[in-house]
């Protein structure tokens, strides 16, 4: 069991990878066609991951359970992937953050109407804050970086996200971490591979930009690689509920990171609707905390 300062070192870490992704994406496509820059992210990324198998010693099992689970999970690789990057052309990176906050409402409602798990009133409750939040989002936007079409591109983003997650847990093949990752990256990069003739007229000419590569080259090695080695072992360690905070803290650094770094100069109207979205957010989470809470001290008492 690792201690609570190293668990907290690598919960901090996540929330800043998770923080600057985003912005990392935007910079990637600054100078390389969107769904290049996705297929070279995977490209790169599959090499590294498959190094990082052979250093850690843990076999790719390629049965029929396995790979089925490596498909799904790279519904949440490139399947959610390629909607971000196309979003990229309507939306700042900070907004992206945001709607990938949405993920747990999102995943709540897949799993009420799909698999009939039960949402308490103030699950729902939060659901409609967050949505009144994004509408305002979208309004405040629509003369700035914000366009709808980008907001619809994210919502099937994180919608094909949540999706990957139950169909991996439903397939529940017994697989480490490090192999289910490495798997879905490599079934993410082949079908990279099939997007190329669709995107060949798009291909780079000349080298990218500065800018472009080190958005390139952080998106593989700190959002594809360390960041999955740091969400795994919070998985294993600490409450969902716990990690689930992450969701709320990511999209304000995020808008911080690109108001600094990429001059994503934001509206009152947009932070407004913003502060309502995360407030629906925390509605949602609230008994879950307030449950976790309860725990954790019934627990100190014995």
Not at 8 to 18: D, K, Q
Not at 235 to 252: E, G
Not at 276 to 299: H, P, R
Request: with cysteine.
């Amino acid at each position: 069991m690792p201690s609570k300062a190293n668990l907290m070192s690598t919960y901090v870490l996540l929330i800043f990878i998770w923080s600057t992704t985003p912005l990392a994406i935007v910079w990637s496509v600054a100078d390389i066609h969107n769904l290049w820059a996705l297929a070279l992210r995977f490209f790169i990324a599959l090499p590294l991951s498959l190094a990082l198998l052979v250093l850690l010693k843990v076999k790719l099992k390629l049965n029929t359970i396995s790979i089925h689970s490596y498909i799904a999970g790279a519904f949440s690789f490139i399947g959610s992937q390629i909607f971000t990057y196309l979003a990229t052309s309507y939306l700042s990176s900070g907004i992206i953050a945001l709607m990938f906050g949405l993920a747990p409402i999102m995943t709540g409602l897949i799993g009420r109407f799909v698999f009939n798990i039960h949402l308490h009133r103030l699950q729902w409750l939060g659901m409609f804050v967050a949505v009144i939040g994004l509408g305002v989002i979208c309004i405040g936007g629509s003369d700035h970086h914000v366009q709808p079409l980008g907001i619809v591109l994210m919502l099937i983003s994180v919608f094909v996200y949540c999706m990957s997650i139950f169909w991996v847990k439903k397939v529940n093949a017994p697989l480490e971490p490090m192999a289910q990752a490495s798997g879905s990256i490599i079934v993410s990069s082949i079908f990279a591979l099939c997007l190329l003739p669709f995107i060949w007229q798009y291909a780079p000419t000349h080298l990218p930009s500065t800018k472009s590569l080190i958005g390139l080259f952080y998106a593989v090695i700190m959002a594809s690689l360390l960041a999955m080695f740091c969400y795994f072992k919070l998985v294993q360690n600490i409450k969902a509920t716990t990690l689930s905070l992450t969701t709320v803290m990511t999209p304000m650094l995020a808008m911080l990171f690109g108001d600094l770094l990429n001059n994503e100069k934001l509206t009152g109207m947009i932070f407004f609707g913003t502060s309502i979205l995360l407030f629906g957010l925390f509605i949602y989470f609230y008994k879950d905390f307030i449950q976790s809470k309860s725990v954790k001290k019934a627990e100190s008492i014995e």
